[in-house]
Nanobody, 123 residues
Framework: VQLQASGGGLVQAGGSLRLSCAAS????????LGWFRQTPGKERAFVSH????????YYSDSVKGRFTISRNNAKNTAYLQMNSLKPEDTAVYYC?????????????????WGQGTQVTVSS
């Protein structure tokens, strides 16, 4: 599976962005997906994950209520809708896939990673 993240950019605080994660391969629906983010000098941090069907989602406390993860298996694409953005959301965002039906908060549990997309939120 190859993953391509896109949709990052520069936005003012309070604004919104939608990230996309496009996947290659015919087995997309059998993978759980996750979003992580990383700022310079810090480890990659969990943001959200979604199970294979899209029925179960989970969020870090820092984004709960503001971000929404979803997926469209027919389009081999996952999304991260980010609303009410804050300067502390500034990071490189990565999508990841794991060969399991359920997602995980642990980076090491993911088998495939996209290249990352930069999100910058100005105050």
């Amino acid at each position: 599976v190859q993953l391509q993240a896109s949709g990052g950019g520069l936005v003012q605080a309070g604004g919104s962005l939608r990230l996309s994660c496009a996947a290659s391969g015919r087995t997309f629906s059998s993978f759980a997906l996750g979003w992580f983010r990383q700022t310079p000098g810090k480890e990659r941090a969990f943001v959200s994950h979604i199970d294979w069907s899209g029925a179960f989602t989970y969020y870090s406390d820092s984004v709960k209520g503001r971000f929404t993860i979803s997926r469209n298996n027919a389009k081999n694409t996952a999304y991260l809708q980010m609303n009410s953005l804050k300067p502390e959301d500034t990071a490189v965002y990565y999508c990841a896939a794991r060969r399991e039906l359920a997602g995980s908060t642990q980076e090491v549990h993911y088998d495939y990673w996209g290249q990352g997309t930069q999100v910058t939120v100005s105050s």
